[in-house]
């Protein structure tokens, strides 16, 4: 499975379209709800850092 490439989307004669077996996703398949939260907290966590932890 990719779901990166140094040229996005594939370009057209690409070695790899229609390689067997391939499946190939969006740079963002990994986005999800929870992930989406999850970075969010982060966030918050690293901003309330940046201001000394008073927030």
Known sequence: MLD?????PLTEGSVLAGVEGL???PHIAGVTH???ERI???T???VR???GGSV
Do not use: P
Not at 4 to 8: L, P, R, T
């Open 44 to 46: 918050v966590d690293n």
């Open 34 to 36: 929870e992930s989406n």
């Open 49 to 51: 850092q940046a201001l």
């Open 40 to 42: 969010s907290w982060i």
């Open 4 to 8: 990166v490439f140094e040229d996005e």
């Open 23 to 25: 499946i190939a996703t």
